[in-house]
């Protein structure tokens, strides 16, 4: 199983078993040990994973975070861990705290759901106040997964994703920007783009007025842009679809060509019935289709006008005909010249197909 599927598999057992931990204890052993071992650390080697590592601050002894992932021997990420049910907002000042007085480089607080990551871009070995990467582990989204796989113990590079981290950082205060603004449009924002279409003055009433028409435009454009995705996931699926079902068709075409051989007792069959109904219809107009369970003689090629069926692969012999309602009645016969006892109902079926296609012209 791949780290995508497992820390999938990992959030969807989260959101089933929530309900069922009660204390911050609880979460730990339910949720943050399970979360580390996905990343690939051994929970049970305190060579690799510290629980109570001891992060002494000044004169005050003995305090402890929940977690530390060495390298080795020196801590490279302490993790802080809170009930699942707890806000994650007040307890980062704890995690703050530790810090700066190990050696690691990123600090990890989370609930067992929310997993925020920290660490001292702003000034050195000083954590930032906010994280620089966060996720729900119970809706993770691909991309995050990707960010995530750089903590796994087999890709852990400290310089690597310190690189990534300012990025990630601020994209997300970006993204956070891009939505209020979408929301509620800033008057710096309304100003900008009014500027570029109106060429009279901004008073506050026409700048009131671009205020809601930005909010509707950037609405309306996020919809369309949904809109245009949508059609193109869509057309692209039944793309897929169609050629998936050209190929099986194909396929079971080809199979089932490969599987049907025409006997010569079938052959046989044919040339008496068209023998038969020569002396009423053109031969031309009789053809045949060979099938797995039968062999159908037809009129003009059309399976809409089977004369009768041939039923020759077993030991008992058996022709179908057709009334006028287009029921088959089967009947049993002893050897293939039997045929010839069916002139008459082979006639009459020809007459009612003839007289269907007088009718409907």
Known sequence: MDFKDEIKLFGDKVEKLKNQIHTEEATKNAFIMPFIKVLGYDVFDPFEVMPEFIADIGIKKGEKVDYAILKEGKPSILIEC????????????????????????FGL???????????????????????????????IKDTQIEELKKFHKSYFDIENIQTTASELKYMNELKTLINVEFQNPSDGLVKLFAKQIYRGMLTSKVTEQFNALTKKSIQQYINDLITERLKSALKQENDVKESDMEKELTTSIEE????????????EGYMIVKTILRQKIKPARIT??????????LLDDNNRKTICRLYFN???????????????????????????KFEEILHKTVDWYDSEKVQAN
């Open 82 to 105: 809170k009930h699942w049910g707890e806000n994650l907002d007040p307890h980062n000042s704890q995690l703050f705290r530790y810090f700066h007085t190990t050696t690691a480089k």
């Open 109 to 139: 607080l989370s609930n067992g759901i929310i997993y925020r990551f920290y660490t001292d871009l702003i000034e050195q070995n000083k954590m930032d106040e906010k994280p620089f990467f966060e996720f729900n582990v119970t809706d």
């Open 256 to 267: 089932k060509a490969s599987i049907i051989e025409t006997t010569e007792e079938e052959k």
């Open 288 to 297: 045949y289709r060979d099938a797995q369970s039968y062999f159908a003689i």
């Open 314 to 340: 077993s030991s008992r012999k058996y022709i179908g005909t057709f009334d006028e309602q287009k029921k088959e009645t089967r009947t049993e016969i002893l050897i293939i010249d039997d045929l010839f």
